[in-house]
């Protein structure tokens, strides 16, 4: 059986609180009592709880991010997830906080709600990452007492924040770099329906065609998998040759990844037969030959800026509820002219 506070506090001779406040550092014990206390401690093997340690000093938050259906969800690579976590990481270490990291399916988001989650864990507050509209949580946070941030999905609410990408914008302006090499019939290699990210960079790419006077050859979804999208770029490029479109924009590096794939499998060659794009940043874009054009999303500096704008809402100050993160345009070789 492991040895409480109240073991030692028995063997000590002295109450519950005076070890828990020897333990936190309070400066109104002495020091031979707190020596005392700790030899005790040692003696019998007792290890403080760690979430009682920081809920018991002064200044202490813990805060949490939440990967919401991470193990289903295709269109949360690895890389983005660590990137994330290492820009909260980076904001905590640097504020004294601590951060817990959980992931949640959406059954396991149907059994118990956001706020019960974050009581039990004695959260002062989390991030959500790859929360979808059809999950539980999204109404939830709507009228949750317990601040959240949310990255890339915007929910609307008393205790909410948002931080994310302006995935118009970034989506117009690479299918423009695409537009101007005189590619007149895309194929939008989409990701889900129900994804609100999606929707915006599929309204930015309509947008920029629209300003050329075009409309997209079609749009497929693909679930952010690299293997559907490898598929159905084979099927489009052995049904069609380069009869009809010649580039197909992605809605991540993934799925580019897979119709860059697709288009060598078939015997021609990226940037030059067809134009290929992405969306993300990701490393491995990088690695194809020719490395694929993209957005960078910044992901590090999104979770910074999590991070920041959850600790201010905790603490009840100011601060702007809705921050968009700058994206940084790769243009590379995958972009050939027509």
């Known amino acids: 059986m492991a040895v409480s506070i109240r073991d030692v506090a028995r063997a000590a001779g002295v109450s519950v609180g005076t070890v828990s406040r020897a333990f936190n ?72 906080l601590e951060l817990a990291a959980y992931i949640l399916s959406s059954e396991q988001q149907q059994e118990k709600s956001f706020e019960q989650f974050c009581r039990e864990h004695s959260l002062s507050g989390a991030m959500c990452f790859g929360v979808k509209t059809t999950d539980a949580y999204y109404e939830d946070l709507k009228k949750s007492k ?50 609100t990210v999606c929707t915006e960079r599929l309204a930015g790419m ?18 952010f998998r690299a293997n559907q999208a490898e598929e159905m770029v084979t099927e489009y490029i052995m049904e069609n040759g380069t009869e009809k479109a010649t580039a197909f924009i992605c809605a991540s590096d993934l799925v580019a990844l897979g119709a860059a794939k697709a288009i060598r499998r078939c015997g021609y060659a ?3 037969d067809f134009s290929v794009t992405g969306f993300d940043g990701l490393h491995i874009a990088s690695l194809n030959d020719p490395s694929i054009s993209t957005v960078n999303q910044n992901m590090e500096a999104k979770g910074y800026a999590a991070a920041e704008m959850l600790h201010a809402i905790i603490e009840g100050r100011r601060v702007k509820r809705q921050r968009l993160i700058p994206y940084t345009l790769i243009e590379t070789e995958s972009i050939g002219n027509y």
């Open 25 to 96: 550092g309070y400066s109104d014990i002495k020091d031979e009592t707190k020596r005392m206390i700790l030899a005790t401690a040692k003696e019998l093997g007792y290890v403080p709880n760690l979430n009682a340690k920081i809920l018991a000093a002064k200044n202490q938050r813990i805060m949490a991010v939440i990967l919401a259906g991470f193990m289903a969800d295709r269109g949360l690579t690895d890389e983005l997830v660590i990137k994330m976590l290492r820009g909260a990481s980076s904001y905590a270490i640097a504020h004294n």
């Open 146 to 195: 317990i601040p959240c941030v949310t990255v890339d999905v915007l929910v609307e609410g008393e205790n909410m924040g948002y931080v994310g990408t302006d995935n118009a914008a970034a989506s117009e302006e690479i299918a423009k770099l695409v537009l101007r090499r005189n590619h007149k019939r895309i194929v939008f290699l989409n990701g889900r329906r129900e994804a």
């Open 206 to 223: 309509e947008r920029a065609l629209k300003l050329y006077g075009l409309k997209l050859e079609a749009n497929l979804y693909t679930d």
């Open 270 to 272: 990226v940037g030059k």
